[in-house]
């Protein structure tokens, strides 16, 4: 059965410092997103991607985190200036159609913001 | 905007026993899904089982079935003859019905489910 795939699977970096996050969405979904959760959390709504724009973002998607389609199978958060308070597990998902189409999530990265 | 509570962070059950989680959701939408997620331990989260908020008959899939009511906003899942395989986190979910291309999921804070021999 086709899965969602994340890499890496862990990051660690300093503060201050840019990551990029990778998922690889079932080939022929159409919508992406990205959650996530900090540790002890709920798992928040990031942002929801589809015909190649962001069509939502919530507070939490400021400036600093951008994402893009670069080839037509990747999907990519980056974060610009991480800050201590990223630190989180980052969840990718796609879904084939809108609502109430099943997301599919990725196992996550895990994401350590020194 | 919505929220999701799930009140119970820990659950255990007895192999083969049936067992209960919880979930209450406050929103002034009237169109609107509800799902259960599952998340086993360094597993991705899967889908569970959804509720159209319009339909009134309770969803079941195989040993899994919801407790939806509207007007309570009330919608708990019930497992049935629960196995050692269901051991996971379980997550509340609630979308928004509407136009558009926006579909974010609004979760819960999980209850963790242990299955025990």
């Known amino acids: 059965e086709p899965e969602v795939t994340q890499t890496p699977s862990h990051q660690v970096t300093q503060m201050g410092q840019e990551v990029i996050l990778r998922c690889v969405p079932i080939s022929n979904h159409l919508y992406f997103y990205w959650y996530r959760q900090i540790l002890g959390q709920k798992v928040e709504f990031l942002v929801s991607?589809?015909?190649?724009?962001?069509?939502?973002k919530s507070e939490i998607f400021d400036d600093q985190f951008s994402v893009e389609r670069p080839d037509g199978s990747n999907f990519t958060l980056k974060i610009r200036s991480t800050k201590l308070e990223d630190s989180a597990m980052y969840f990718c998902a796609s879904s084939e159609g809108g609502a109430p189409e099943t997301q599919y999530f990725g196992p996550g990265t895990r994401l350590l913001v020194l | 905007a919505q929220t999701v509570t799930q009140s119970q962070p820990e659950m255990s059950v007895q192999e083969a026993e049936t067992v209960t989680l919880s979930c209450t959701y406050d929103t002034s939408e009237n169109n609107y899904y509800l799902f259960w997620y599952k998340q086993p331990p360094s597993r991705q989260m899967i889908l569970v089982i959804r509720q159209e908020a319009y339909k009134q008959q309770n969803a079941t899939e195989n040993r899994f079935s919801v407790n939806f009511q509207k007007a309570a906003k009330s919608f708990s899942l019930k497992i049935s003859d629960s196995q050692l395989g269901d051991t996971a986190m379980y997550f509340c979910?609630?979308?928004?019905?509407?136009?558009?291309?926006?579909?974010?999921?609004?979760f819960g804070k999980g209850t963790l489910l242990t299955v025990n021999p």
């Open positions: 991607f589809y015909n190649n724009e962001i069509s939502e």
């Open positions: 979910a609630f979308m928004k019905r509407g136009g558009g291309s926006n579909y974010k999921l609004t």
